[in-house]
């Protein structure tokens, strides 16, 4: 009878823990459902009825959307700011190599998988889509649009525009895109590039100020703070959210046949990748480096990659992220609060993966030769354009541009990978997602001893401020005393 009571306790308190979990991933299932259910219930859905449909969704992803701009900036400069500055610095430069070496691994896998499946070849090519025209634009334009972005002039204007160069079209194809007037506008969408080095330079200044800077370090703290509060509060609309945003892009789209007898093929590639790399390749990595086997801190980290798969949204995921890894995978909020905003920026293995296998899939249907020399600027091209994704609108299929122009294909052949983009796009994010939460893993174990180190020091530190502080008030108390 004891032993049952135990049983059902334990049942009750894993069904009380993962609950949000549960129904987030049930809301997927039941949008998926929904989203085809309502497909036969009618033979043509008009724009009103589907932005109704997405309604709740829009709702949730505005929420979400809302608590990214002080969350990034406020747990950067808090989690910095609160560190010691040779410190900030181990944890960053793990960091990064980590970050690098997943996306070179993802490159490789995609660039392997795309020449061993071949899923362009025998294609057939479509004048049509090859006459839609993309966004003009080289790629030594792309990369100085990402360096600029990196260093907004108004901060302001970085939380709701990113800047971008454009070309104007001359009216004469004979002339080189090089030798077009160049312009530049502003594309709505936060600069989250230009804010993460802000707010990285602010920490590491604060950090540097010690005592004196310590009250806008507690500032900060407490914004991230408050942020994780309310993020736990719209959370619970995750599972409805998601049901309805996944549901409403359903419908949106026309004929799932004919979309998948075209660029079969290549989904599947692009989806194998995306699995080996997110299901292999990462979990080994952790294990190497944690000597523990991944599948708890895989598990635990299921409500984040649900919703990813759900909004599309690295960035728009990064207060879940950051609320299952300090909750359920005990990472130190120092860690998490450093290494998440910036990996969410500049950490897109799923991405770099799909640049590279879009890229050759492209040029295998349009019957395109590409040598060595090719295959390593693909490599270079995709993993700099993973990086910079984050800070260019629509950030896949204009990234993938720059790809493109670097092997000599023109901007209009995106258009072949276009209409299986938005779902594709819901997959890499969950990887994106994934690889960002393993590399906090990694770098808070490695990073335990000299955070536990730093502990002992602040506390030291402390203990000896106040007994200064009591030291001088018994000194006080002891003159008035002897004064009167």
């Known amino acids: ?34 989203g085809f259910l309502l497909r036969e219930a009618k033979d043509e859905w008009v724009q009103r009825e589907i932005v109704y449909v997405r309604f709740i969704g829009d709702l949730f992803l505005r929420m979400l959307k809302a608590l990214i701009l002080p969350l990034i900036v406020a747990s950067l400069v808090s989690a910095i700011g609160s560190l010691d ?17 997943t996306t070179v691994c993802a490159v490789v896998l995609g660039i392997i998988l795309v020449m061993l499946i071949q899923p362009g070849k025998g294609g057939e090519r479509n004048k049509e889509l090859e006459e839609q025209g993309g966004r003009n634009v080289t790629t030594p334009d792309t990369l100085m649009d990402l360096v600029r972005n990196m260093f907004p002039p108004n901060l302001v204007q970085a939380s709701i ?10 009216g004469n194809d004979s002339i080189p895109m090089h030798k077009w007037k160049m312009s530049s506008q502003h594309q709505d969408g936060t600069n989250i590039l230009g804010l993460v080095v802000f707010a990285t330079v602010l920490g590491i200044c604060l950090g540097k100020m010690r005592e004196k800077g ?44 004919k979309l998948f007898a075209n660029l079969g093929y290549y ?42 798969f759900g909004t599309a949204s690295s960035s728009a995921t990064l207060p879940i992220t950051i609320q299952c890894l300090e909750e359920k995978n005990g990472v130190d909020p120092r860690v998490a609060r450093f290494v998440l905003p910036i990996g969410a920026t500049i950490n897109m293995d799923g991405t770099a993966l799909y640049e590279a296998v879009a890229a050759i899939f492209i040029a295998q249907v349009v019957g395109r030769e590409l040598d060595i ?28 541009v720059m790809v493109l122009n670097t092997i000599g294909l023109p901007a209009e052949y995106v258009a072949y990978i276009i209409p299986v983009d938005w779902l594709l796009d819901r997959f890499r994010t969950a990887i994106n997602v994934l690889g960002d939460s393993i590399g906090a893993g990694i770098v808070d174990l490695m990073s335990r001893r000299e955070l536990g180190k730093l502990d002992v020091r602040i506390k030291s530190e402390e203990a000896e401020l106040n007994e200064f ?13 002897n004064h009167s």
């Open 1 to 34: 009878m004891q032993l049952e009571k135990k049983r059902s306790f334990k049942v009750g308190g894993c069904l009380r823990t993962n609950l949000l979990t549960i129904l987030t991933v049930t809301g997927v299932i039941v949008g998926i459902g929904l």
């Open 85 to 101: 500055l040779s410190l900030s610095g181990r944890i960053g430069a793990r960091a990064i190599v980590y970050y690098m070496v």
């Open 161 to 170: 525009e990113q800047y971008q160069t454009t070309l104007i079209y001359p």
């Open 214 to 257: 310590k009250p806008l370090v507690d500032f900060f703290a407490c914004l991230s703070e408050a942020m994780m509060i309310i993020t736990n509060w719209v959370v619970w609309l995750s599972p409805v959210g998601v049901c309805f945003l996944i549901a409403g892009q359903l419908i949106e789209q026309k004929d799932f046949i």
């Open 267 to 308: 989904f599947g590639t692009v989806l194998a990748g995306l699995f080996i790399h997110g299901f292999i390749i990462l979990p080994i990595i952790y294990t190497i480096f944690t000597k523990t086997l991944p599948f708890r801190f895989i598990m635990n980290m299921t409500q984040a990659i649900a919703t990813a």
């Open 373 to 400: 020399g090719k295959y390593i600027a693909i490599s270079i091209t995709s993993t700099a354009a993973s990086i910079g994704a984050a800070g260019i609108p629509q950030a896949g299929l204009v990234t993938m």
């Open 469 to 481: 502080r009591n030291h001088n008030l018994n000194g006080i108390d002891s003159h008035e005393q």
